[in-house]
Structure formats: structure tokens, C-alpha cells
């Protein structure tokens, strides 16, 4: 059985970082989360809460005392910029103790990451995941409204991963054997199309949904109206559009290092159901 180790978790209250605190919770081990308003975070009971900002390194000292494992992504600040002080957190972070470090790979190159890399005082392990499942909330407003979905290039492939199995895969790299100097691709355990996906939340939801497809000239006067960046919709095109060959191959990253198979994302759909309830159905659960 594993040691009961202690371990900090930065990103703690976003996607992926609240499914490392649970993963890890889960085995067993104890949990301190970063996060730079801590009266603002909302995370499970027992895991400890402080105060610091990855963009102000030596604000982190304290945190790092009596940690063994270090989850870390690769920006900071409100404006979610790349951090530009990884060599002084990893410096402080092995004083601290720091043995193993997880970073979630931020879709590109960043100083932080290549600052890990170059790291021979910890073991660490670079998670790669393709596109999360939560993605698929994006749909929830116009299903609950409409019952359809709104989307471009129907047909696309993506072998979307279960934003809990990247934190089984994250916390099994922290707290075991085995992992240092690795970099983990992390899919799911099929390839879906959006019908695909749409099909599998009307089966969780139990009520039929439409699927409309848009022009690219479409979609991207949709994502201008919700507000969404130049560089935001460029990168959605490139995602969307053409899909690397690693957003659409199925790896069994999962399997081979938790010990069991990824989820599926008709799981995710009926674990995500409530939030594409009808319209009639929402406003009789918040009545």
C-alpha cells in the first residue's frame, strides 16, 4: 500500500486541478491547494488551503513545507498569462521537499514546462491530455433552451478524455514509482464525432437533441459574439478544423497507469446529465 504523502496541488479549483484533489483524496493522501483568494475557493473537505500566486514565487516558500508531490500548470496571474518563473518555484520547491512534479501541459510550448524538463532534482512527468469532455458544457445553454447544438465540422474526430482521468493519471504520478521523466499523452478509450457526443447527452438526458451544423464563416461570428479573442477563434479553427493526429489516436495511457480503462464519455454525459435538463425540468430543480 502506498505511504500516505502529502501533496500540493496549484490550478486546484479549475478543470483538471479539482479531479487531482479528488484523485488523490480518493487514495487516501493529504492535499494543500494554492490558490491566490483562498475565502474565494470552494474544494472538499479536509484538503488545506493557502494563500500565494505562482506569479510571485517567493510568496510560495511556506506552501512547499513538508509537500512530497507538486501539481503544476503553466499559467498564472488573473489574466491567465504563461509563467515566466519556473526555475525560482522549482528552486523553492525542492527546498521544501518536493520530490515529484506533475505539470499539465498548456497546448504549447512555455518557459515553466521546459524549466521542469530541465529539472534533474525531482522526477517529473509532463501530462499531455487531448480535448476534455467538459468541453462539451459549452452546449448546455442552447440544449436547455433548444434542444440542439450549434456547431462546425460535424464531422471531426477527437479521442476527448474524462477530465477525472487525468487526475487518476496525475495522481498516480505523484505519489508512486516509476513516472519520472515521462511525458504522458492522456485520451480517452474511443474516437467520437460531435454527432457522436450529441447523441451520447440526449441518451444521458433522455430527450432528443438536433444537431445543426454551421459554416466556419458561422461558427466563427458565433464565438466573436460570445465574446471570444482573435487568437481564441484562430485557435478554435486550427483545433476544430484540422485536428492534430494526437487530438484524434486513442493511447491507453489510462489503463496502463491507473490499472483500469478510460472513461467513456457516455459516463461523462450521464455524470453530467442535471446540467442538460430541459429548460421546464432546470427551472423545477432551482423552484
Do not use: C
Not at 488551503?49 to 513545507?65: C, K, M, N, Q, R
Not at 464525432?193 to 440526449?202: F, P
Request: aromatic share 6%; glycine share 10%.
Amino acid at each position: 500500500m502506498t505511504q500516505t504523502q502529502k501533496i500540493l496541488v496549484t490550478g486546484a479549483t479549475g478543470t483538471v486541478g479539482r479531479q487531482v484533489v479528488a484523485e488523490l483524496l480518493t487514495r487516501g493522501h493529504a492535499v494543500r491547494a494554492l490558490t491566490r483568494d483562498a475565502a474565494r475557493a470552494v474544494l472538499p473537505d479536509g484538503v488545506e488551503i493557502v494563500e500565494g500566486d505562482l506569479t510571485e514565487p517567493d510568496s510560495l516558500a511556506p506552501a512547499f513545507e513538508g509537500v512530497t508531490g507538486l501539481h503544476l500548470i503553466t499559467f498564472g496571474g488573473p489574466y491567465f498569462a504563461p509563467l515566466e518563473s519556473g526555475p525560482r518555484i522549482l528552486e523553492l520547491a525542492r527546498a521544501g521537499g518536493v520530490r515529484r512534479v506533475t505539470v499539465l501541459h498548456g497546448g504549447g510550448p512555455s518557459l515553466l514546462e521546459d524549466a521542469v524538463r530541465a529539472d534533474d532534482g525531482v522526477d517529473w512527468t509532463v501530462l499531455i491530455p487531448v480535448e476534455f469532455m467538459a468541453n462539451a458544457l459549452e452546449w448546455a445553454d442552447s440544449i436547455t433552451a433548444s434542444d440542439e447544438v450549434h456547431a462546425p465540422f460535424v464531422s471531426r474526430l477527437s479521442a476527448m478524455v474524462h477530465e477525472g482521468d487525468i487526475g487518476a493519471v496525475a495522481a498516480v504520478a505523484l505519489t508512486e514509482e516509476g513516472h519520472g521523466g515521462r511525458e504522458y499523452v492522456i485520451t480517452g478509450p474511443e474516437l467520437l464525432t460531435v454527432a457522436d457526443k450529441v447523441a451520447a447527452i440526449a441518451g444521458a438526458r433522455g430527450r432528443e437533441i438536433s444537431l445543426v451544423e454551421l459554416t466556419e464563416e458561422q461558427a466563427v461570428a458565433q464565438w466573436r459574439a460570445a465574446g471570444h479573442s482573435e487568437e481564441v477563434i484562430d485557435f478554435l479553427l486550427e483545433a476544430y478544423g484540422n485536428t492534430p493526429e494526437v487530438g484524434r489516436t486513442v493511447v491507453d495511457t489510462v489503463e496502463k497507469v491507473t490499472g483500469r480503462p478510460a472513461r467513456t464519455f457516455a459516463q461523462w454525459a450521464a455524470e453530467h446529465a442535471d446540467a442538460f435538463a430541459p429548460a421546464a425540468r432546470a427551472e423545477q430543480l432551482t423552484a
